[in-house]
């Protein structure tokens, strides 16, 4: 599994959770899937939704300013996010500590993320 597909898989669910509705102006053209914790930064939140927020083009070009991370903290599971962050540095850690192999992890977020999309009806 590529990681473009799940990257896929998870703007689309992203979406779907924020019901195609960006969280801070309440828009509902343009929306784009922002990670919380950059995609970069922590394996294990790649393709967690609880790293997504649902933003409008706007929202999204200003979200990694002072005063929109102020005003997106409330909206997610910040205690979760910086957890895990900490928890976790490398994802040799992460898949070590959940007893899982690195395919095998990424079918699961597959499934997790598609049955997300379908909840709403949507094509994966």
Known sequence: MKNAYLDHLWSKAVK???NHCCAL?????GIESHHIVHRRKSWPLRWDVENGIALCQMCHT???TINYIDR???LVAWDYL???QTMYKLKYDFLL????????YRKMKSEELRNII???GGNV
Do not use: H, N, Q, Y
């Open 82 to 84: 910086g957890d895990m």
């Open 97 to 104: 500590d959940k007893s899982i192999g690195e395919e095998e």
């Open 62 to 64: 200003l979200a990694d």
């Open 72 to 74: 997106i903290r409330p």
């Open 118 to 120: 379908k909840s709403e």
């Open 25 to 29: 102006c309440f828009k509902t053209d």
């Open 16 to 18: 779907v959770k924020w």
